[in-house]
């Protein structure tokens, strides 16, 4: 019986071992909810203008062929961008509930989200999907960095290119690819979700302010919602082993990194993509938040900010290795996340679950009766009537010179009782919007709310939003409470001292202002905004009462508890913006009445614009959850008509573009090849940049896929980098008016670069080190033959990345007791780099700044600016030429230099070689240091370095060496470990497995013995 026992004892803990790694079957039951993920390049063209930043066309020196000419017409006001510096893309995730309802919740790398591009997807997509335009969920990232030829409304055009049909067909044909794709590939998934702080990856662009009559306003720049909103899908299609599969992230921020740079980007949404997908396993699908107030900060402003690891907190207008450094933060908190998710974290606040329901509620609603139009330039008419107008052609309210006599005939006409609006504004439709309607969308997905406004939502949107529907009562988030840093100046309290801003002390009582005006400002915030948009109110919605009692506030005081009774809050709440068309920029009312500014004269419906979303999507929330059916509004019947015509100009519009795009491709000429190689790249050493040049294809049917590939010792090349930042490609376009004949007829040779730069990563999560080894370039693109495209393949030749050999050994001494000092120069690696004559297009971009802090043009990448001496070793030549030794030198802190550890004898001497030196990162001397003769006498030491323990030169703080040391492996390190739960369970098990082991050793000898 004993020697059956034992056995079975120790499977018994290998099984126990073995769900321990894979999480029991009893863990993961079968799942009634499905999900698939799917993503597809949405990389336009080369020659597209580069989004909102790009430069101005300078079309005279495109004629006279100073600047590069595209003849394919990709860019009408802007300059033809030259080169991708990461790709981009549409990702979509769509999820089945137990109930069997869908919905898609899709990423395009756009600069808004509107509505026509999103029917022409519905027109693409088979029926058979279950999925059409009203369960879409379109979130735009707000790239001001990628080509946004989308819309017919010229306004749009102002800030980005002309309306382009191609580039509308394309968009959506690969958007319906995606969806299908997810569609297509739905498998059995459990989903968890949470949320976290994070404070680093984001700034408040509206920052503190003082409103015209003299009271707090705006926000403090640090202030936003915080939130940083994780969901985690894990295919779980096997018992007991999920795999993950996809991860979707919710968080406010501009994507506005860049400057007229000229390079296709998807900004630092392509550095937290890849970041994550890597890290988990899964595909990220992103969702802005309250972006509408989120952005910077600003390096070039007060209160500069530098982290404890040395990088500046400055993330606009910075540079592409700046955005990639901040990017890391946030990709480094939503891995915390998903792995919390994973671990079953108490502080996650939806546990995975593989049993939820999913419901879409979508909402096209009128205008409010008071202002049923959008509208832009929403400017205060009180300046206007006294003779002080603003300038018509800008949206943000700029006035001229104040004119030389104040003439108060507003302040006249409203004291005899005149109710005049308070502002004035010019209709946007057609302008900036596609509708005379706003698109509102709630979706759950079991105890998860997403909710969008079909706006640029601004953070007291967003909060409001989901203290209205959480399972909170009587959290409403009003707005910035102002009010609360205000005290009376006396006993009067006939005026009030406040905190100025723009000190952001809240201590601060600098700011003195009279009682009514302190009771308007705490109204406009705090007071209920119910009733507002009553019909009754329409005369009076866009004129504020002078009894600050009669004020209707920031927003209507009612929960999603209010509208059903019955029924809980949601465990999550997430609001969205960007998403499914667009009303423009959305302040609350207090922002809106109290100053003009930029984001309020896009705030399209009217000062109580946020209010009217909000209430609706939570009478929304609550219909998800058996509540009472969202009702008509006045206005429905003009919002049906105004349907019937969107949905006219979208078939018409669908029609239109597939002809031109199929018709634009058919006239592309044959390309003048064969792709060939043309510059190969050469060896390098980190802090260099390696090109390769090659003949590909017309700009119209070629877009090369390029990664470079590392060589194993076996011979094998396996992946490395790719075109998510990491690659970088150029197209020399042609010169000259007169290239348009070449290109036609197929007798203009397109030639094309990539480009990548070897360094040392700062901060070191930002980026992994490009470690020696052998590379090379494999391309994939196309050429037009025979009147299609058709594919192409080509690789360079290898090339090596070798140390940075820039270390400099300054002074080399012996010590009185024979030990030999050697003194190193702080290490401080290049700034950047010089472009070859292969690469004279990346010249473009590559320059030193000579700014202090960060260079925003000395590299693509997160360079680090400097390093920390690791080990110094010493080559001794003994005495009569009888060989040499090494003899390791420590960091002596009192001296500042490295001592060796042992003496040098007599009749020796000793140098540092090339190489001698190290730092942190594996970089080198490449001189050899001076020699000095041996003082020492008796028998030599021992040559074993002694641990350094990091002592060394120290660099500058924003560079010093923290990366992985010399030799790293190319492969990417996540960049959370194994959850501490599972690796103590694994040592628990593990400990009762030895215990299993030693057992039955002693039953074996039992047995054994009694034989």
């Given at each position: 019986m004993r020697r059956v026992f034992v056995p079975a004892f120790i499977a018994a803990l290998l099984l126990g071992l073995l769900a321990t790694v894979t999480g029991a079957s009893a863990e993961n039951p079968a799942s009634h909810v499905r999900a698939g993920v799917g993503v597809a390049d949405a990389t336009w063209n080369v020659g597209s203008g580069a989004g909102q930043y790009a430069s101005t066309r300078d079309v005279g020196g495109e004629a006279q062929g100073s600047s590069g000419f595209d003849p394919n017409v990709e860019s009408v006001g802007d300059e033809p961008s030259y080169g991708v510096q990461s790709r981009l893309s549409i990702r979509a995730l769509v999820v089945e509930g137990a109930n069997g309802q869908r919905v898609a919740l899709v990423k395009a790398d756009n600069y808004l989200a509107q509505d026509h591009l999103q029917r022409r997807v519905e027109q693409l997509l088979d029926p058979a999907l279950g999925i059409t335009r009203h369960n879409i969920v379109w979130s735009a990232t707000h790239n001001h960095s990628s080509p946004y030829d989308l819309t017919p409304s010229a306004g749009v055009w102002l800030f980005e290119d002309a309306f382009n049909l191609r580039m509308f067909e394309y968009e959506a044909r690969q958007a319906a690819k995606a969806i299908t794709q997810a569609a297509t590939s739905l498998v059995p998934v459990r989903m968890g979700a949470t949320k976290l702080q994070h404070n680093i990856f984001k700034g408040n662009i509206v920052g503190p302010q003082i409103g015209d009559d003299g009271t707090p306003a705006g926000y403090p720049a640090k202030f936003g919602d915080m939130d940083l909103t994780v969901l985690r899908f894990d295919d779980v299609s096997t018992p007991g082993s999920p795999r993950p599969l996809a991860t979707w992230v919710n968080w406010g921020q501009h994507p506005e990194s860049l400057d007229g740079y000229n390079l296709i980007t998807a900004d630092y949404l392509s550095a937290l993509q890849r970041?994550?997908?890597?890290?988990?396993?899964?595909?990220?699908?992103?969702?802005?938040?309250?972006?509408?107030?989120?952005?910077?900060?600003?390096?070039?402003?007060?209160?500069?900010?530098?982290?404890?690891?040395?990088?500046?907190?400055?993330w606009a207008h910075m540079g592409y290795a700046q955005m990639e450094r901040g990017a890391s933060y946030l990709a480094?908190?939503?891995?915390?996340?998903?792995?919390?998710?994973g671990a079953g974290d108490a502080s996650v606040l939806v546990p995975m679950s593989t049993d939820f329901p999913v419901g879409v509620s979508e909402n096209w609603v009128p205008g409010p009766v008071s202002h049923p139009y959008p509208s832009a330039g929403n400017c205060r008419a009180q300046p206007t009537f006294d003779l002080h107008p603003g300038t018509t052609t800008t949206p943000d309210c700029a006035r001229g010179p104040a004119p030389p006599v104040d003439a108060p005939i507003y302040e006249t006409l409203t004291q005899a009782g005149i109710p005049l609006p308070q502002h004035h504004d010019t209709p946007a439709f057609k302008a900036v919007e596609e509708n005379l309607r706003i698109h509102l969308q709630a979706v759950r997905l079991g105890e998860v709310l997403l909710a969008s406004c079909s706006c640029e939502a601004q953070v007291d949107l967003i909060l409001n939003l989901k203290t209205r529907t959480d399972a909170a009562r009587g959290n409403i988030w009003d707005g910035y409470p102002w009010d609360q840093f205000c005290d009376p100046a006396d006993a009067t309290a006939s005026t009030y001292v406040c905190e100025n801003p723009r000190t952001a002390n809240p201590a601060d009582r600098s700011l003195t202002v009279t009682k009514a005006e302190f009771d308007r400002m705490k109204a406009e915030i705090h007071n209920d905004a119910k009733g507002w948009d009553e019909t009754n109110n329409a005369p009076f919605a866009n004129a504020e009462p002078t009894d600050a009692a009669q004020i209707k506030g920031n927003f209507t005081k009612q929960e999603l508890q209010d509208v059903c009774p019955a029924c809980d809050g949601y465990k999550l709440p997430v609001g969205l913006g960007h998403t499914g068309d667009y009303d423009g920029y959305t302040v609350s009312y207090r922002e809106y009445m109290n100053r003009d500014s930029y984001r309020k004269a896009l705030t399209s419906y009217g000062a109580h614009t946020a209010d009217y979303m909000v209430t609706r999507l939570v009478k929304m929330a609550a219909a998800l959850r058996q509540g009472p059916a969202v009702q008509a509004e006045p206005l429905d019947a003009a919002a049906q008509a105004d349907e019937a015509r969107q949905q006219n100009e979208s078939i018409a519009l669908g029609h239109a573009s597939a002809v031109a795009y199929d018709a634009w491709l058919a006239s592309v000429a044959d390309d003048l090849g064969p792709a060939s190689v043309v510059t190969e790249p050469v060896d390098i050493k980190r802090f260099d940049a390696a090109t390769f040049t090659w003949v590909g294809g017309d700009n119209a049917v070629d877009n090369p896929r390029v990664a470079v590939e590392q060589r194993q010792a076996d011979g094998s090349w396996t992946p490395f980098a790719d075109q998510s930042g990491e690659v970088q490609t150029f197209l020399a376009l042609p010169k000259g008016v007169a290239s348009v004949a070449d290109t036609r007829t197929g007798r203009f040779q397109w030639k094309w670069t990539a480009h990548f730069e070897a360094f040392d990563p700062f901060p070191t999560q930002a980026a992994r080190q490009v470690p020696n080894g052998t590379y090379r370039f494999v391309v994939d693109g196309a050429m037009q033959k025979g009147g299609s495209a058709q594919p192409y393949h080509l690789a360079s030749r290898p090339f090596a990345v070798a140390p940075w050999d820039g270390i400099?050994?300054?002074?080399?001494?012996?010590?009185?007791?024979?030990?030999?000092?050697?003194?190193?120069?702080?290490?401080?690696?290049?700034?950047?780099y010089a472009a070859t004559a292969a690469s004279t297009l990346v010249a473009?971009?590559?320059?030193d700044d000579g700014r202090p802090q960060v260079c925003k043009t000395c590299s693509f990448r997160p360079w680090a600016s400097a390093g920390k001496v690791a080990s110094v070793d010493l080559t001794v030549a003994q005495a009569n030429g009888s060989g040499t030794r090494t003899l390791a030198a420590a960091f002596d802190q009192a001296a500042g230099r490295w001592v060796s550890s042992s003496a040098v004898l007599v009749g020796e001497t000793a140098a540092v070689a090339p190489g001698g030196v190290r730092d942190g990162f594996g970089e080198i001397n490449g001189t050899p240091s001076a020699s000095v003769a041996g003082t020492g006498s008796g028998a030599g030491a021992g040559t074993a370095r002694p641990a350094v323990g990091g002592h060394g030169a120290a660099g500058s703080a924003a560079g010093r060496g923290r990366g992985a040391a010399h030799g790293t492996a190319p492969g990417w390190t996540p960049l959370r470990g194994t959850p501490v739960s599972v690796v103590a369970g694994l040592g628990a098990l593990l400990v009762l497995l030895l215990t299993g082991v030693l057992l039955a050793g002693v039953g074996v000898g039992r047995e054994a013995g009694r034989g």
């Amino acid at each position: 019986m004993r020697r059956v026992f034992v056995p079975a004892f120790i499977a018994a803990l290998l099984l126990g071992l073995l769900a321990t790694v894979t999480g029991a079957s009893a863990e993961n039951p079968a799942s009634h909810v499905r999900a698939g993920v799917g993503v597809a390049d949405a990389t336009w063209n080369v020659g597209s203008g580069a989004g909102q930043y790009a430069s101005t066309r300078d079309v005279g020196g495109e004629a006279q062929g100073s600047s590069g000419f595209d003849p394919n017409v990709e860019s009408v006001g802007d300059e033809p961008s030259y080169g991708v510096q990461s790709r981009l893309s549409i990702r979509a995730l769509v999820v089945e509930g137990a109930n069997g309802q869908r919905v898609a919740l899709v990423k395009a790398d756009n600069y808004l989200a509107q509505d026509h591009l999103q029917r022409r997807v519905e027109q693409l997509l088979d029926p058979a999907l279950g999925i059409t335009r009203h369960n879409i969920v379109w979130s735009a990232t707000h790239n001001h960095s990628s080509p946004y030829d989308l819309t017919p409304s010229a306004g749009v055009w102002l800030f980005e290119d002309a309306f382009n049909l191609r580039m509308f067909e394309y968009e959506a044909r690969q958007a319906a690819k995606a969806i299908t794709q997810a569609a297509t590939s739905l498998v059995p998934v459990r989903m968890g979700a949470t949320k976290l702080q994070h404070n680093i990856f984001k700034g408040n662009i509206v920052g503190p302010q003082i409103g015209d009559d003299g009271t707090p306003a705006g926000y403090p720049a640090k202030f936003g919602d915080m939130d940083l909103t994780v969901l985690r899908f894990d295919d779980v299609s096997t018992p007991g082993s999920p795999r993950p599969l996809a991860t979707w992230v919710n968080w406010g921020q501009h994507p506005e990194s860049l400057d007229g740079y000229n390079l296709i980007t998807a900004d630092y949404l392509s550095a937290l993509q890849r970041d994550v997908d890597r890290a988990t396993g899964s595909t990220m699908v992103f969702a802005q938040g309250d972006v509408g107030s989120s952005e910077g900060p600003y390096g070039d402003r007060a209160g500069r900010e530098q982290l404890p690891d040395g990088v500046w907190r400055e993330w606009a207008h910075m540079g592409y290795a700046q955005m990639e450094r901040g990017a890391s933060y946030l990709a480094a908190d939503v891995v915390k996340a998903w792995h919390q998710i994973g671990a079953g974290d108490a502080s996650v606040l939806v546990p995975m679950s593989t049993d939820f329901p999913v419901g879409v509620s979508e909402n096209w609603v009128p205008g409010p009766v008071s202002h049923p139009y959008p509208s832009a330039g929403n400017c205060r008419a009180q300046p206007t009537f006294d003779l002080h107008p603003g300038t018509t052609t800008t949206p943000d309210c700029a006035r001229g010179p104040a004119p030389p006599v104040d003439a108060p005939i507003y302040e006249t006409l409203t004291q005899a009782g005149i109710p005049l609006p308070q502002h004035h504004d010019t209709p946007a439709f057609k302008a900036v919007e596609e509708n005379l309607r706003i698109h509102l969308q709630a979706v759950r997905l079991g105890e998860v709310l997403l909710a969008s406004c079909s706006c640029e939502a601004q953070v007291d949107l967003i909060l409001n939003l989901k203290t209205r529907t959480d399972a909170a009562r009587g959290n409403i988030w009003d707005g910035y409470p102002w009010d609360q840093f205000c005290d009376p100046a006396d006993a009067t309290a006939s005026t009030y001292v406040c905190e100025n801003p723009r000190t952001a002390n809240p201590a601060d009582r600098s700011l003195t202002v009279t009682k009514a005006e302190f009771d308007r400002m705490k109204a406009e915030i705090h007071n209920d905004a119910k009733g507002w948009d009553e019909t009754n109110n329409a005369p009076f919605a866009n004129a504020e009462p002078t009894d600050a009692a009669q004020i209707k506030g920031n927003f209507t005081k009612q929960e999603l508890q209010d509208v059903c009774p019955a029924c809980d809050g949601y465990k999550l709440p997430v609001g969205l913006g960007h998403t499914g068309d667009y009303d423009g920029y959305t302040v609350s009312y207090r922002e809106y009445m109290n100053r003009d500014s930029y984001r309020k004269a896009l705030t399209s419906y009217g000062a109580h614009t946020a209010d009217y979303m909000v209430t609706r999507l939570v009478k929304m929330a609550a219909a998800l959850r058996q509540g009472p059916a969202v009702q008509a509004e006045p206005l429905d019947a003009a919002a049906q008509a105004d349907e019937a015509r969107q949905q006219n100009e979208s078939i018409a519009l669908g029609h239109a573009s597939a002809v031109a795009y199929d018709a634009w491709l058919a006239s592309v000429a044959d390309d003048l090849g064969p792709a060939s190689v043309v510059t190969e790249p050469v060896d390098i050493k980190r802090f260099d940049a390696a090109t390769f040049t090659w003949v590909g294809g017309d700009n119209a049917v070629d877009n090369p896929r390029v990664a470079v590939e590392q060589r194993q010792a076996d011979g094998s090349w396996t992946p490395f980098a790719d075109q998510s930042g990491e690659v970088q490609t150029f197209l020399a376009l042609p010169k000259g008016v007169a290239s348009v004949a070449d290109t036609r007829t197929g007798r203009f040779q397109w030639k094309w670069t990539a480009h990548f730069e070897a360094f040392d990563p700062f901060p070191t999560q930002a980026a992994r080190q490009v470690p020696n080894g052998t590379y090379r370039f494999v391309v994939d693109g196309a050429m037009q033959k025979g009147g299609s495209a058709q594919p192409y393949h080509l690789a360079s030749r290898p090339f090596a990345v070798a140390p940075w050999d820039g270390i400099q050994v300054t002074d080399i001494a012996s010590l009185p007791d024979g030990r030999v000092s050697v003194a190193v120069a702080p290490v401080a690696y290049p700034r950047t780099y010089a472009a070859t004559a292969a690469s004279t297009l990346v010249a473009r971009f590559i320059k030193d700044d000579g700014r202090p802090q960060v260079c925003k043009t000395c590299s693509f990448r997160p360079w680090a600016s400097a390093g920390k001496v690791a080990s110094v070793d010493l080559t001794v030549a003994q005495a009569n030429g009888s060989g040499t030794r090494t003899l390791a030198a420590a960091f002596d802190q009192a001296a500042g230099r490295w001592v060796s550890s042992s003496a040098v004898l007599v009749g020796e001497t000793a140098a540092v070689a090339p190489g001698g030196v190290r730092d942190g990162f594996g970089e080198i001397n490449g001189t050899p240091s001076a020699s000095v003769a041996g003082t020492g006498s008796g028998a030599g030491a021992g040559t074993a370095r002694p641990a350094v323990g990091g002592h060394g030169a120290a660099g500058s703080a924003a560079g010093r060496g923290r990366g992985a040391a010399h030799g790293t492996a190319p492969g990417w390190t996540p960049l959370r470990g194994t959850p501490v739960s599972v690796v103590a369970g694994l040592g628990a098990l593990l400990v009762l497995l030895l215990t299993g082991v030693l057992l039955a050793g002693v039953g074996v000898g039992r047995e054994a013995g009694r034989g």
